[in-house]
């Protein structure tokens, strides 16, 4: 970062970060998130948790197996200081909800602080249990520099800003399987980590 944009200092509670998501497959703007979320929230360990079994997505679509989506999460992620890949979700079992995760993971005088982007930001009412969470948790919005504050209501909210990453995993999903217009080596190497993108290859993912 160019300047010191700490969103929180030793005067306040310690701070547990939680970045949950499908990562279908992890790409590198959820990599600039993470260590955006890091600096930002100054946490001393960023918990990213994969999604077991992500309910309101595997309704609509195949979701790649959760065990290839954790092995594609470590080789992203891993590299990074302070944030750690956690497999909580996929040992519970089930579908996966995040205020369970949140239940377990809490603990006596830490500030339990999700970490997402505007979409799921938006809709955080439909999630389980949705009052309960609202009332344990303070979520950080990643957001575009220039972009407004994030404001949520009924939610705690703060904002993290970052420079606008063009990725999604739609988009890689798309570009692999055909379906999301001519491909090169190249952009995918601008969208996935190499090492994320050897395993894609090497296990037959997301092929037509």
Same mark, same amino acid.
């Given at each position: 970062?160019?300047?010191?944009?700490?969103?929180?200092?030793?005067?306040?509670?310690?701070?547990? $970060?939680?970045?949950?998501?499908?990562?279908?497959?992890?790409?590198?703007?959820? +990599?600039?998130?993470?260590?955006?979320?890091?600096?930002?929230?100054?946490?001393?360990?960023?918990?990213?948790?994969?999604?077991?079994?992500?309910?309101?997505?595997?309704?609509?679509?195949?979701?790649?197996?959760?065990?290839?989506?954790?092995?594609?999460?470590?080789?992203?992620?891993?590299?990074?200081?302070?944030?750690?890949?956690?497999?909580?979700?996929?040992?519970? $079992?089930?579908?996966?909800?995040?205020?369970?995760?949140?239940?377990?993971?809490? /603990?006596?005088?830490?500030?339990?602080?999700?970490?997402?982007?505007?979409?799921?930001?938006?809709?955080?009412?439909?999630?389980?249990?949705?009052?309960?969470?609202?009332? /344990? +948790?303070? +979520?950080?919005?990643?957001?575009?520099?220039?972009?407004?504050?994030?404001?949520?209501?009924?939610?705690?909210?703060?904002?993290?800003?970052?420079?606008?990453?063009?990725?999604?995993?739609?988009?890689?999903?798309?570009?692999?399987?055909?379906?999301?217009?001519?491909?090169?080596?190249?952009?995918?190497?601008?969208?996935?980590?190499?090492?994320?993108?050897?395993?894609?290859?090497?296990?037959?993912?997301?092929?037509?």
């Amino acid at each position: 970062m160019c300047c010191d944009r700490r969103l929180y200092t030793a005067a306040v509670p310690p701070q547990l $970060g939680i970045f949950g998501g499908t990562f279908d497959p992890p790409h590198v703007g959820h +990599v600039a998130a993470a260590i955006e979320a890091r600096d930002q929230l100054a946490t001393e360990r960023l918990h990213v948790v994969v999604a077991n079994d992500p309910w309101q997505k595997s309704r609509r679509r195949s979701v790649t197996p959760s065990r290839h989506r954790l092995a594609m999460a470590r080789l992203a992620f891993d590299p990074i200081a302070g944030v750690e890949v956690s497999d909580i979700e996929l040992a519970r $079992g089930g579908s996966t909800y995040t205020i369970d995760t949140v239940s377990e993971l809490a /603990r006596p005088g830490t500030e339990i602080v999700l970490v997402m982007g505007p979409s799921a930001a938006a809709g955080l009412q439909t999630w389980h249990r949705a009052r309960e969470l609202a009332r /344990r +948790v303070t +979520v950080a919005v990643v957001t575009p520099t220039g972009e407004p504050r994030a404001h949520l209501e009924g939610w705690r909210t703060v904002t993290i800003y970052m420079d606008p990453v063009d990725a999604s995993a739609t988009r890689v999903r798309k570009l692999l399987d055909g379906t999301g217009g001519p491909r090169t080596a190249a952009t995918l190497a601008r969208l996935v980590p190499p090492s994320v993108m050897s395993y894609i290859a090497d296990h037959k993912l997301y092929s037509a």
